[in-house]
């Protein structure tokens, strides 16, 4: 991915992922692969289509560890329970930013907000930054790059 258009282009790359995370969650009926096959890639940047697969590859096959990170912080509330849209934002932003370091965790985090602005509900920015945040100051994060004050352009 060029520089200049790195930022637009890994959003956009965000908003699709989220997309098809959310389609996932909520039917089970249709595979990761099915799910990225019927998304219309063609008409997308060759760098966005390939950032956004490899999000939605990424969410899904470590969904798993990713609930366990959310389960250990969220006391008495269940995965299952949250918005969806949220749900996916969440663990976009612990993969991406925590678990796979491709980006560092505040602009992770940053662009979970964003994206939960955009699609979530009217509580969804806090209550995603919140939970977030609770995940990188805790003693699990390790130094993972868990400063919420880094900053990036990514």
Known sequence: MGRANLPQRRRRAREIALQLIYELDLREDISPEEALDMFPFDVEDPDVASYA?????????????????????????????MVAVDRAAIRIALCEGMLESRVPIAVAISEAVELTKMFGTVESSKFVNGVLGRIVRSPRADGEGSSPAETADE
Do not use: K, N, Q, Y
Not at 53 to 69: G, K, P, Q
């Open 53 to 81: 697969r490899s999000l939605v590859t990424s969410v899904t096959e470590r969904a798993d560890e990713v609930d366990e990170i959310l389960r250990e912080h969220i006391v008495g509330w269940r995965t299952e329970r």
